[in-house]
Structures are given as structure tokens and as C-alpha cells.
């Protein structure tokens, strides 16, 4: 594998190099992110500037034939959080990438003057053209032009207006497997760096991309082949999330009690029935939708969906729970047209439906607009997609904008925005939010395995320390399976079926010829954190970032009345190990 | 219509398992299989054997839930200590005895084994419920029915949903017969 990296201030123009991956050797996904930017980005720097770097790398087992091995991890210095960032998405370039022999592709230095690059990458050759005419084009518009211009075979890694204006809500868009830019690396703000960058999109051409092949072909073939069974088998990866995508959380969620609505506010919406998985999967198949799709070739657990409007015409991808959520319950929006509709126009400006969702939110508490007024929340969102004063405030997220508008109750921890669990019903994850690298990420601490739990010594999970152990080890496992390049749902199957995680192991170990043990795992999720929690230290981050905010602790959480009771002392000892 | 909840009437001071494998007939490897989430007024719920339910009580149920707050929630799962401590109901209510009235919520993949299950015991509709549950019947699905009737005197299936009568009622108890198809 190679690192390409592309210096876009060099004198005379952008500049590519390709290197052998040195001291990257073996590393991917959010391993190499992580190890990259701590390493060479100086942790004080601005994250718009020349110093800051962004990095886009597959994962470990990206571009083999190992199912579910398509995400794509993106790193840097993030303008939100002012920490690191790591940002994960499914589509295809990551395969594409890996399989053209990329092990990074490294955007380096600024462009002296406002002029946008695009970048095309093929199997020997990379051309970086000056391209003024892609400017403000939303990401379906350019993606069009891309095929225009380059042809079917292509995938594309691209920013919209929010990542060109510099937003800290933009997002790093990624095409999917109909070449729509409907997945994104969302959170943090990355796009804003591609933006700083000057490169508008990056095309990379499918034309000789082969299979990546593994040291011990039987081995690599009997591991996938226990992995798939593992994950089929299983009742979330098998059944749920197939017929109903993540959305199948909405119900489950709203009925504990720990669904935000209304800023926070509450935690049930009377309107949840209407924007249900259940719902929404019925009303894709209605229309002639699909209400199960993957989002990258070699994905068998297939959450994702297509959602058509009432004239049965492509609209969006199917809207995730956590963009549900965001744009409908927080907002206290019951219409799936609705929140479909913002869905599309945040994948078109290239901004992340969470952070949206929770700055929308704010705005309606703020006076902005009416809780429930969906229009108006497609109006604030064009708002954003016109770069007026009113869209750049919102478009740099939710903490920006509670503080222009005077609002208290501003969910977000390191300034990023909290996602769709309230917690005060679930402490657990109130844990993960505030101690977390990345910012309040619902992702960050989510996968384990029940081998790992026991590594370092058995948890009870009666005591109440067992929450703040179990959220170090769902850390640490969960950046391990950042950097192997798979999606992050593989973890349901390795939670609860001890021989699932195993095949995942032997895949590494017999494509790469390691024998890694789960302890080894178990390290590199601990290098991996390490690395992060001294890049944030260094960028002047101490305990006070890890906290919630002070309303979680003050405000009860209707319907149980439930406030976050997790001490300081706590957890500030979740990195203890 | 069974997201947001059907009410039934059982004996108050069933357990969550005696209802659901004794009155509604759920089979034990179903339930221990399949029915992987469970709300009892909106607290998660590991032990099927001591749970009571009241009048007025709430169960919902569903399926393995993914994320780590489907896990959190999941029955006996192991990262049940994530969950916060729900403060219990008021110690002093009246205990478990007669008649009760009990919602019942089903959600994701149980929808299709369990409501023809409480389908055959019957179930109540509020009247906004019931109007909203058969305006949005279609041709198609009544075309399903055999026969139907209305307290005991029989009538067109097909002019149930617009029956004058069943959409004034302040309650509309519905019970259906499943005939295997020869």
C-alpha cells in the first residue's frame, strides 16, 4: 500500500507525491488517521490553515473480499471540536481506494488565493486541475458533472457549499453504490477542512482497481465464510436492521424514555409512531422505494434504504435514526416527508443531520422558528445552502448558534452536538458522550465483545463503577474496529457471539499473515485512544471538556424524571487503565 | 395502530411471562428467542417472573435492538448496568387483583407473530383509534375476511370500517378467527 499525499500550497500549484507507507505500515482506517494527525498536525494549530491536515484512509481489510469491509475513515484537527477528529462513512471509495493500492490520501498545506481544485485519481496517475466552475455546486449537481466529465466508473469523495464556505457542521460526502453522494463522513466538520484545502472533490476511477489478496487465501476464505454466517445468523445484523434500518431504534428509544424531543426537552415524542422504522419501511415499499439497500458493495447486513417521494421519484437515502431523530423528534417534526426532504438537503450542502438537527432545535428554542414548523426548518437549512449571515451561523452547529441566540440548553459536549440518546435515561451513554475524543458520539463506544470485558479483569455490572468500565472498554474496542475498515455494526454479532469476533480476528490475521490475539486488539484500541487523548491535551483540553452539560444535571427528564447522576470523579477514571 | 398500543383485559397481577405465555399463548422459545426487549411502563425489564402487571400498566415489546443503547436495553443483556436507575412506582398503589386493563405495544419484527396472537384474544380501540385503525384499511385487506360480526349478528366485512355505530362507540373490541387457507 501507498500514501498519496497532495501538498495544494506547494510553490507552482498543488503538488502530489506517492510514498510507501513508512511508519504507517499496518495501520488503517481510524488507526492511521488518529497516528497521523497526532503525529505530523501540531495540535495548536488553526484548523483552517496550512498546518492542519486531512486524511482519508480505508480500513485495514477495506478492497478484500471481506463482507462489510467498505468504510472510510477522515481525520484531522476538526474546526468544531478544535480536538481530534476522526469521521467514519460507508459508499465505495474506500474499496475503490484500497483496491487502487491507497493506503491514505493526505490533503497537506492551502492554496494561496479561493481557487477550487478537483482531483482525479486513477490506478498510476493522480491530475489536480484548477475548476471554478464547481463552485457552490450542491453534491448531486457536481457528482453529475463528475459522470459527465469522467465517465460511469467512478466514485466520488466531494464537499458541498457548507465544506466550500468553511462551515463547521460540513461534512466529507462519499457516493454510494447508484453514485449518489449520500453517505458522509458527518461529524467535526471535516468538510470545512477540505474546504480550507481548496479541493472541491476528489474522482477516483474504478478502471483497474483489483481485489486485494490475502497471505493465506483458505484461512482468509474460511474466516469471511464463519464471519458472514455470524452476522447473518445473528437477530439485529440478520433481521432487524435489514428490514428496518437503524430507524428500528425510534420506538425502543422513545418508549425508555430517552428519545430527545424538543431540544431536549422531553423524552418521549407523541409523534414517534409516524416517523417509526416501521413506519418509514412501509412507506418506502409503498412508493416503490427500498426499505432494505447496503451502502457498499460486500455489505450483507444491508440498513440502508431508498426513499421515494409521493410520486414514487428518488428523494434521499432512507434517513437513519439518528437523522430522524435529529430533524424530526428534536424538532418536534412528525412528518417522514419532511424530515426526508431535510435529509436531501443536507447531503446536497454537505453538512452532517445531526449537528443540523440539534442546531435547528436550538434555533426553535431560541425563537428562530416554531417547534413542530417543518417549512421552516427547509428554510433554515437554505438558508445554510445560500451562505446568508443567518445560514453561516447555523451552519457552524449548534453551540454557535445557542450562543447568538441566547439559548441555555445547548446540547453538546467539546462543541460537538449530542446525538439521539438522552443521558439522563441511559447514563451509560452519557458517559461515553462526555469523555469521549471525537465529542459527544454516540459511536465512540460501541462495540465489545464479551472476551474483551473480561480483559484487565471481570466488571461487575451491578456496581456503579461497572458503568464507567464498561464505557473505557466499549472505547477501546470501538476504535479497534475503526481501524480495520468495518462497519461499525459488525459489533451486535461480536457482542453476543464469542466466534463471530474470532473470525474477525483470523480475517486480519490471515490477510496480513499477523496473529493477533484479542489482547492485541484490545492494544491497538488502546494505542489508538492514547494517541487521541494526548493530541487533545496538547490542543489544551483538560478534564472540564469531559463533561456533559450542566442542564443534564439540573433538569429532569420527563416522563421517568431522571437526571444524569454519573459523578466527575468518575469520569475522569474512564482512561484509568 | 399497535406501535402506539392496543389496550386488552386481563386478570390484574399477571406476571409479564404469564401473560404473554399464558393468556396470549407466546411460545416459551419464541419468548426467550425472539422477544429480546421489554418495557414495562417504560423501564426496561430482565425478569419476566417478578414484573406484575397492574391496571393501567404499559408492556412493550420488540425484538433484539441494535446500537449500544439496544444493547443497554436488551433483557439480561450485559451492558444492563448503562441503564439509569428509573425511580419505582409509587409504593402505595393498590396491589394486583381483578380485572385490569393493560396496553400493549408491538414493535419492528414481532409485529407479524404476535398481533394475530392478541388479534384472537381480542383487543379494545379507543374510538379516535378505531377510526384512525380503519380508515386506513384497504379493499384489499378486507377482502381477507370470511365473515364478520357486529355483537353477535352478522354482517359485511366490508362495511365494518364505515359502520355508523362502531365509530360512535367509545370503545370497539375486536377479536379475529385465523382459518388456515386450504
Redesign the interface.
Known sequence: MKILRINMGADGGPKATVAPMGEYEGMGGRGLTSALVAKEVPPLCHPLGEDNKLVIAPGLLSGTAAAMSGRISVGCKSPLTGGIKEANSGGQPSQILARLGYGAIVLEGKPPDNTLYKIFIQKDKVQITADNSLRMLGNYDLVNKMKKEYGDKITCISIGPAGEMKMSAASVAFTDIEQRPTRHAGRGGVGAVMGAKGVKVIVVSEEGAELRQPKEPEKFKEANRKFVEGLKK????G???P??G?N??A???N????YPTKNFLLG?FDG??KI????QAATETARGGLATHGCHRGCIIQ?SGVYNDKNGQYLTKQPE?ETVWALGANCAIDDLDTIAMLDRLCDDYGVDTIEMGATIGVAMEGGVAKFGDGAAAINLLKEIGKGTALGRILGNGAAVTGKVFGVERVPVVKGQALPA?DP??????G??YATSTMGAD?TA??A?A?NI?KVGGYVD????E??ID??RN?QIATAAVDATGMCL?IA?AT?DQPETFQALIDLLNAFYGWKLTADDVVALGKKILKLERGFNALAGFTAKQDRLPDFFKKEKLP????TF?VKDEALDRVFNW | MF??GVVIKVRAGYTVRELLCGYLAVDPTFLQ??I??V?HD???VDDLDSEVLKDGSTL?L????????????RRQG??????????AKDPTAPSASGEGRVTV?I???L?DDLVPLLLQQGVWFKRDDWEEWSNDRSLEFLRGFLGATLEGQEIDPRSLMANERLKKAAWVFLTVTFTAHP
Do not use: D, W
Request: positive net charge; proline residues 6%.
Open positions: 445473528h437477530p439485529v445484523t433481521q432487524a436492521l428490514a428496518y437503524t428500528v431504534l420506538n425502543i428509544i418508549e425508555a424514555g430517552a418521549r414517534t409512531q417509526s422504522g416501521e413506519t440498513c435514526y440518546y439522563r435515561a441511559v447514563q451509560g451513554m458517559v461515553t454516540h463506544g460501541y465489545v464479551a470485558l455490572p451491578l456496581k456503579p461497572g458503568q464498561l464505557s466499549l455494526f451486535f457482542m416522563p421517568h424524571n431522571v447522576t | 406501535q402506539r428467542n425472539r429480546q426487549t418495557f417504560g423501564k426496561a412493550a420488540s425484538a433484539a435492538m441494535p446500537g449500544l443503547a439496544g444493547a443497554i436495553l450485559i451492558l444492563g448496568a448503562l441503564r439509569s436507575m428509573v425511580p405495544k414493535f419492528n419484527l409485529l
